[in-house]
T-cell receptor, first 114, second 118 residues
Framework: NAGVTQTPKFQVLKTGQSMTLQCAQDMNHNSMYWYRQDPGMGLRLIYY???????DKGEVPNGYNVSRLNKREFSLRLESAAPSQTSVYFC?????????????FGPGTRLTVL | AQSVTQLDSQVPVFEEAPVELRCNYSSSVSVYLFWYVQYPNQGLQLLLK??????LVESINGFEAEFNKSQTSFHLRKPSVHISDTAEYFC????????????????FGKGTKLSVIP
């Protein structure tokens, strides 16, 4: 049981390049989330998917798109990367029903945009 | 919308001394409260949570937090810290009346870095 996995662990991009961050969970959770973490800012929600087939914007969605590919996978895409998107990105998942309040986090992807 | 304030960005403390990490949230009658811990270069792990019932909640490694509704606070305490407690601690809240469609969005504070000095 790997929990929440994220790929890649590290990535360096040039301004204007695109890339997709991958996230998968093996806990059969319904809801998945993407956050970014910046020094002194805590974690801020980018997008979330309350269930398979649905996605919604969070606090800081500009410059990102998401795809809930299936129940396991939730990807985050940067179409044209900017230096302001240099950050650590975390994916999380949450079940519904008993214990539905707790989100489980992946190890993160450190992204640098030059 | 909810907001969470962690009053201290960094807290240095000597090993075996007590520590309190402070957290206040904006007023609401419908909140779940959490403390998450992040060890260096890792993701976040749930430390403890308050959903309902007893206002004092405990973790397996000696931390405790008390929900104080009148002061809208959820401070984290440990009577004696260890070197291994060095990490960043995040307070977070779900306002389950505000979160639509069962999204249960977490709002995080900015974090408190706890440094335990040998």
């Amino acid at each position: 049981n790997a929990g929440v996995t994220q790929t890649p662990k590290f990535q360096v991009l040039k301004t204007g390049q695109s890339m997709t961050l991958q996230c998968a969970q093996d806990m059969n959770h319904n809801s998945m989330y993407w956050y970014r973490q910046d020094p002194g800012m805590g974690l801020r929600l980018i997008y979330y998917s309350a269930s398979e087939g649905t996605t919604d914007k969070g606090e800081v969605p500009n410059g990102y798109n998401v795809s809930r590919l299936n129940k396991r996978e939730f990807s985050l895409r940067l179409e044209s990367a900017a230096p302001s998107q240099t950050s650590v990105y975390f994916c999380a998942s949450r079940n519904s029903g008993s214990g539905a309040d707790t989100q489980y986090f992946g190890p993160g992807t450190r992204l640098t945009v030059l | 919308a909810q907001s969470v304030t962690q009053l201290d960005s960094q807290v240095p403390v000597f090993e075996e001394a007590p520590v309190e990490l402070r957290c206040n949230y904006s007023s609401s009658v419908s909140v779940y409260l959490f403390w998450y811990v992040q060890y260096p270069n890792q993701g976040l792990q749930l430390l403890l949570k308050y959903l309902s019932g007893s206002t004092l909640v405990e973790s397996i490694n000696g931390f405790e937090a008390e929900f104080n509704k009148s002061q809208t606070s959820f401070h984290l305490r440990k009577p004696s810290v260890h070197i291994s407690d060095t990490a960043e601690y995040f307070c977070a809240v779900i306002d389950y009346a505000y979160s639509g469609a069962g999204s249960y969005q977490l709002t995080f504070g900015k974090g408190t870095k706890l440094s335990v000095i040998p």
